[in-house]
């Protein structure tokens, strides 16, 4: 396995291009417990929603704000990632919310362009001090729509974002000289690698062509002092306790708040301003 600390020149790939790669961060026992509880938990099964693109592709995703004592609770609580985001967000940190992204064979949708923080700064986050840690699950490639993003463009600022084709997507007029300018990367993974990036850092998927499937574990974060300063669907600052890591093997399967815990689309309080396209 690979060193789990960050290295100075980690954090400065991070800020440099808006993204940092840390291979095989989870091994492959604790890789197998995850695939396991996709297959097991009946309450993921039950509560995942489905999201279309303007193709008429489908990507499953089942979402929650709290980390519970379950596998992916223990994955976000996990110290090799907490302390991560914490040298990259500069600090204190707390769990915004994690999500399983789930892209079946053949059948899986596409991402448009965006940002993350194109939608989070209509939760009432102020500044655009979050960040993310997406772990791949399956091998994710070309081929089944593994995350590109764009080196750099966390740089940009915040880019306007609208409703492209049924998805809240970066202004496409901004798009193609971004695209013209910048380099894209195509982010493939093997299982356990992880991928920490900026919520400013535009990032979009293809669709899945392959007979593969491409699941992957997306934990957010927000620097304490980003507090927002009004309630919404995901939540204000809440302390976060880091969990040793060798916990994550010993984690269970499921947890007992399941069934309040996770995202509900009719909860959904975030507005996009602009015009629809």
């Excluded at 062509?209 to 304490?224: E, F, G, H, Q």
Aim: hydrophobic fraction near 35%.
């Amino acid at each position: 396995m690979s060193d789990r600390r960050l290295a100075d020149a980690d954090v400065a790939a991070f800020e440099r291009d808006g993204y940092v790669f840390k291979r095989g961060l989870f091994d492959a026992g604790e890789v197998a417990l995850m695939q396991r509880a996709i297959a097991e938990d009946a309450a993921i099964r039950e509560n995942l929603v489905a999201l279309l693109d303007a193709a008429g592709g489908s990507t499953e995703l089942a979402l929650w704000n709290h980390p519970g004592d379950d596998v992916f609770g223990a994955v976000a609580r996990s110290e090799r990632v907490v302390s991560a985001m914490q040298r990259l967000l500069g600090g204190e940190i707390y769990h915004y919310h994690s999500k399983l992204t789930m892209k079946a064979p053949k059948t899986g949708g596409a991402w448009n362009w965006h940002q993350d923080y194109g939608y989070w700064y209509q939760n009432g986050c102020l500044f655009p001090d979050l960040a993310s840690a997406m772990i791949a699950i399956d091998p994710s490639t070309r081929e089944n729509g593994c995350l590109q993003v764009v080196k750099g463009s966390h740089r940009l600022g915040r880019i306007e974002h609208l409703r492209v084709g049924g998805q809240t997507s970066a202004d496409p007029e901004r798009m193609d000289p971004i695209l013209a300018r910048l380099e894209l990367l195509h982010c493939e993974m093997a299982p356990g690698d992880a991928l920490f990036f900026h919520c400013n850092t535009l990032h979009a998927s293809s669709p899945n062509t392959s007979d593969k499937p491409r699941n992957v574990l997306i934990c957010c974060y927000n620097a304490a002092s980003n507090d927002p300063y009004k309630e919404h669907h995901h939540p204000r600052y809440t302390k976060l306790t880091p969990l040793a890591d060798d916990q994550v093997i010993r984690a269970r399967i499921g947890r007992s708040d399941r069934d309040t815990a996770f995202y509900d689309p009719a909860d959904d309080q975030t507005v996009t301003a602009g015009k629809k396209t």
